[in-house]
């Protein structure tokens, strides 16, 4: 399954993805040298039980308990470390798309809620991700007086929201201080959803890069690979996919979207090669695609299956509109109605796309987009709208044809 780690910038996100895992998801240069998560990272971890340990001590994700018994595995968890930065919203937005659950990070150093943190809730909440565990980060920096204050602070916060009962855990990510609570109320709260591993497979593509290394000889060229979530059916060797809405091609000097037909040529899951991937964590899929086609994610936002097996293309479409009261993390500044003529940021799973509104009335809108997406009718559509310097979020659409 999917755990998708959410909040503002510097809350310790990624810092809590290598408590987890034991990996650091940060590994783009602009990353590293800024200090934040530009795009989104993954991690596998496996939870582990101790059984002759008291709960939570009985929860860990090492391989031996601390009396030296092995320890037995539960279940192993793909984690989506999505950037926190107010710029990088849309990026967020794709990645949970592929989430079946989120914890909250809230820093105990600073008020709550920081703008980012009350955005990510309303994320989540457009989404329809109700399974949410909340992690009170860095209460090693502050005096116990301070904890329980920033404790109340996130449950006056979360009071009517969709994560009005989640669990608050405090922990410290950096000294790795009641993880195994964390662990043990992740497993009680955040269950593996059921798939349907006999479907047509579908794989909601969020990362797609070239693994070659500068200078590599043309016969020694390996194709291109693409990230995401698979979230029914199963994916074989050899087996043939079929990536929608696909490429831009030129013809006759005007252009039209065609899909892009491959082949399996490896798979990748829980940092294993594997001959088969079933339903649920992230996988890597190895293709026998040009790689230029698939670097720097230029395939993100696709979706692979059996050829003939996708929901419809859209180049335009008509959607019913649910638009929040203000914009969020803006105590002033109210959601107007959408108009026509102007444009939307719009993502649709793991797409993000421009659409300009060709028709505008209560309750729906019409768009054209930009760059056309793959998406079930009753699909949901988080909306941003440009205001000033960023897109912001202003409420969530729903497909129709």
């Known amino acids: 399954m999917n755990i998708g780690l959410v909040g503002h910038v510097d809350h310790g996100k990624t810092t809590l993805v290598q408590a987890l895992s034991g990996e650091w998801t940060d590994q783009h240069s602009e990353e590293l040298k800024r200090g934040i998560s530009i795009r989104l990272g993954y991690a596998d971890a496996t939870f582990r039980d ?23 595995p539960l ?12 710029t990088l919203m849309a990026t967020m937005l794709s990645g949970a798309a592929l989430m079946d659950g989120a914890v909250l990070v809230v820093s105990a150093t600073e008020t709550v809620p920081q703008a980012q943190t009350e955005e990510h809730l309303m994320a989540l909440d457009i989404i329809g991700i109700e399974n949410i565990v909340i992690a009170q980060n860095k209460i090693d920096l502050v005096d116990a007086d301070r904890a329980r204050e920033n404790y109340e602070e996130i449950q006056e916060f979360v009071s009517g929201t969709v994560a009005e009962d989640a669990p608050i855990v405090p922990i410290s990510a950096q000294q790795e201080v009641n993880i195994d609570a964390l662990i043990a109320t992740i497993e009680a709260e955040i269950p593996t959803p059921e798939r349907d591993p006999n479907a047509d497979p579908r794989l909601y593509v969020a990362r797609s890069f070239d693994i070659n290394r500068p200078g590599t000889s043309p016969g020694d060229l390996i194709g291109g690979v693409v990230g995401g979530s698979l979230e029914q059916g199963r994916l074989t060797i050899d087996q043939e996919l079929e990536l929608r809405p696909g490429r831009e091609v030129e013809e006759g000097g005007q252009t039209e979207w065609q899909p892009i037909r491959t082949s399996i040529r490896s798979l990748q899951a829980g940092g294993e090669s594997v001959e088969e991937a079933t339903p649920g964590g992230l996988l890597g899929v190895g293709t026998s695609l040009d790689p230029s086609l698939t670097k720097g994610d230029a395939l993100a936002g696709q979706i692979a299956g059996p050829p003939g097996s996708h929901p419809p293309t859209w180049e335009s479409f008509t959607m019913g509109v649910d638009l929040l009261d203000r914009v969020v993390g803006d105590d002033v500044q109210k959601v107007d109605e959408i108009s026509t003529g102007e444009p939307l940021m719009l993502t649709v799973g793991t797409a993000t796309t421009v659409g300009a509104v060709t028709s505008a009335r209560e309750g729906e809108c019409e768009v054209s987009l930009k760059r056309p997406v793959c998406a079930p009718e009753g699909a949901q559509i988080a909306i941003n709208r440009r205001m000033g310097a960023r897109w912001r979020l202003i409420g969530v659409g729903t497909l129709r044809e």
């Open 50 to 72: 101790c059984p002759g340990l008291d709960s939570p001590e009985r929860y860990t994700v090492a391989e031996a308990c601390s009396d030296g018994s092995p320890s037995d």
């Open 75 to 86: 279940r192993t968890v793909s984690f989506v470390d999505a950037p926190g930065h107010e």
